[in-house]
């Protein structure tokens, strides 16, 4: 199973990443957890640069990244029969270069070869809710120092998701508005418990 988790900054990802991967192994599962940028040579080089590099190379670069981590971390640890959980992946790759104008046909376009993940789980929440989340923890790059950030992001995440289920991926939109994170994270270890329930009951 890989499993990828996007959604706009302040939804609460990490820790809604965190707590489903411990529901999961409590319930038997064998689990890997991973992030986008990675901890790969180029995902240290998204970090350092996305300061100061902007547009097409820098979206060149996180797609660059995610090539690389799916061949060198994602796929090695599916073939060992771990369910691989990823906090960003492509949804992510489709919205962040959109704050520097970025065609959304290109990003789509430099995202294409790479790996679909089994479930693509977009957190969803309000604009207000999330610009509230990052007023209290901080901005943490430049495209949350942007006036009316949260409202765009939220935009673009959703022009996104509507473009990855008209190619066929399997996307389990979660709304974070209300839900605390354990609770988020136990929504979508059940979808999941469906995935590892299939291949038992039609052998």
Not at 170 to 187: G, K, L
Request: glycine share 6%.
């Amino acid at each position: 199973m890989f499993v990828s988790i996007d959604g706009p900054s302040g939804a609460g990802k990490t820790t809604i990443v965190h707590h489903l991967a411990q529901m999961l192994v409590a319930g038997g599962e064998n689990v890997h957890v991973t992030a986008e940028p990675s901890k790969g040579p180029i995902g240290k080089l998204c970090r350092e640069l996305t300061e100061t590099v902007t547009g097409h190379a820098l979206a060149c670069l996180y797609a660059a990244d995610r090539y690389h981590h799916m061949e060198n971390e994602i796929r090695p640890f599916i073939e060992e029969g771990q369910t691989v959980i990823t906090d960003r992946f492509i949804p992510s790759g489709l919205v962040m270069q959109r704050f520097d104008g970025i065609d959304p046909a290109f990003l789509w376009q430099l995202n294409a070869e790479v790996d679909r993940p089994d479930l693509a789980v977009i957190l969803e929440a309000d604009p207000e809710v999330i610009s509230e989340r990052l007023v209290e923890r901080g901005a943490h790059n430049r495209f949350q120092l942007s006036p009316g950030s949260s409202h765009a992001e939220v935009h673009f995440y959703r022009q996104a998701t509507e473009r990855l289920i008209q190619a066929g991926f399997d996307v389990m939109r979660v709304d974070c508005n209300e839900r605390p994170p354990e609770q988020v994270a136990s929504v979508i270890r059940d979808r999941l418990t469906t995935f590892f329930a299939s291949p038992t009951s039609n052998p």
